[in-house]
Nanobody, 121 residues
């Protein structure tokens, strides 16, 4: 069983930055690929970024490529999402997930409760 707790969300102006954190209660975090997804009101949950267990391979949605960076610290059992040049369209609840996969929701078995990110124009 893996428990995930996100933090770091909040209200930020367009062009600003935030760093989300996901703390995992797990014996060995490196066993899992970790992903970030987001869900805006009235929309489906969508992929944002993912990182393989070793941290050597990352994936990004086209909409965030070049602005967001995913990283992990397996020793601290924490995954991060660094978000720069934020846009109002980035407003959503952001979820951390753990599993075997990369860009699809179905590849993740464990989910956090989410953290709200609101970007004002």
């Amino acid at each position: 069983q893996v428990q995930l707790v996100e933090s770091g969300g909040g209200l930020v102006q367009a062009g600003g930055s935030l760093r989300l954190s996901c703390a995992a209660s797990v014996r060995t975090l490196s066993m899992y690929s970790m992903g970030w997804f987001r869900q805006a009101p009235g929309k489906e949950r969508e992929f944002v970024a993912a990182i393989r267990g070793s941290g050597g391979t990352t994936y990004y949605a086209d909409s965030v490529k070049g602005r967001f960076t995913i990283s992990r610290d397996n020793a601290k059992k924490t995954v991060y999402l660094h978000m720069n040049s934020l846009k109002p369209g980035d407003t959503a609840v952001y979820y951390c997930a753990a599993g075997i996969g990369a860009t699809t929701r179905e590849a993740y078995d464990y989910w956090g409760q989410g953290t709200q990110v609101t970007v004002s124009s």
